[in-house]
């Protein structure tokens, strides 16, 4: 009999790539998405076409049109599927758009996430829960570390920081956004569960993930959004720190291949820092000629010295404790290949 995965957030960038990756290992996936991301960001964010997607693996893929709110309805849902674990992707994603919905955004992050925690702990204390969580849950702490600055990016100056942030960073008594103060709601709580109940619980606190799949739009998905607009020679508006601000990047299948890591040998109430590392950094200036290296497109943009609230001057995730942990897992897409994984995409749906 096939192992069961309940995967939230199913059809978003994330939800998908591991819904996918999962049923091509031979699982059966239970997908639960109400495409809330299309009321948050408007016909852009709309995530459906990733359903006929998993559609080709036929029953294997079973999906639950149920929204994370509605506390009864997933407290029938886990008995009623009996998953060998649960990946929680299903989020309000944007760090901006929180602020004009900040109801919308906590009762989806922190109470959706209890929801599922308390439901699955009335079920099993046994089954895997991974959780992805956000580098916001750091706040603007990481912006006073000591900083140079280079000629098309800033970095640390600071040894510390030498291969990033890692998972003993504070994330109180800073700045974080209400989009990142529901996330570290959230985060507490899948951390919380697995201390107290000993369950094997995992936050994976995301640094820029990425991948061909993302919908991205100007609140929220930087990289996808960022090429999006150079192919169809959109003009890019840059918030402040003259381009020069840097995230580190990661494909969606290298986040699927870590969660199946985790899911093979659960730890109780990790935290990870998962992203592409400084190898995989880049800042929005390196972004514009990279891509325009691919595209032969010039990139069109506009300078708007003021930055986004809370937002990272530099971030990117020291990834060594992961690959202590798990050493059969690194990253495998580099820089480039996330790039030109999301042109050509991009290229093929325009083709069609």
């Given amino acids: 009999m096939s192992k069961k995965l309940m995967v939230t957030g199913s059809l978003g960038l994330i939800g998908s790539e591991v819904s996918e990756y999962f049923l091509e290992k031979g699982w059966e996936v239970h997908g639960i998405d109400n495409n809330q991301r299309a009321v948050f960001f408007g016909s852009q ?14 029953e294997s893929y079973q999906h639950h049109t149920i929204d994370i709110r509605d506390r009864q309805a997933v407290l029938d849902l886990i008995p009623k599927i009996s998953p060998d674990a649960i990946v929680h992707t299903a989020a309000q994603p944007s760090h901006d758009r929180a602020a004009s919905i900040p109801f919308e955004d906590f009762d989806t992050n922190a109470v959706g996430t209890f929801n599922l925690l308390e439901s699955l702990r009335r079920f099993s204390t046994s089954v895997p829960f991974v959780h992805l969580s956000t580098n916001k849950v750091y706040g603007d702490a990481p912006n006073f570390i000591p900083m140079k600055e280079l000629e098309t990016r800033f970095d640390y100056d600071d040894d510390t920081y030498e291969h990033g942030i890692a998972e003993s960073f504070s994330i109180d008594q800073s700045k974080h956004s209400l989009f990142g103060a529901s996330k570290v709601s959230a985060d507490i ?164």
């Fill in 45 to 58: 964010g709309d995530n459906s076409t990733n359903q006929d997607r998993l559609a080709k693996f036929g």
């Fill in 189 to 352: 709580s899948v951390q919380e569960y697995g201390r107290y109940f000993n369950m094997p619980t995992a936050c994976l606190r995301g640094g820029c993930l990425t991948g061909p799949n993302h919908a991205g739009v100007e609140l929220h998905g930087f990289l996808s959004y960022l090429i999006k607009c150079n192919l169809e020679q959109k003009e890019y508006t840059v918030f402040g720190y003259k381009g020069k601000q840097v995230r580190d990047n990661i494909h969606s299948y290298d986040v699927a291949r870590f969660i199946e890591e985790f899911i093979q040998a659960p730890r109780v109430a990790e935290v990870y820092n998962i992203g592409g590392g400084k190898a995989n950094s880049v800042s929005i200036l390196e972004a514009f000629q990279i891509i325009s290296t691919i595209s032969g497109i010039p990139m069109k943009y506009k300078y708007d010295e003021t930055n986004r609230i809370g937002d990272h001057i530099c971030y990117y995730s020291d990834l060594r404790k992961m690959k202590s942990h798990y050493p059969n897992w690194d990253i495998t897409k580099s820089l480039e290949d996330v790039f030109q994984d999301i042109y050509n995409r991009y290229m093929e749906a325009k083709a069609k």
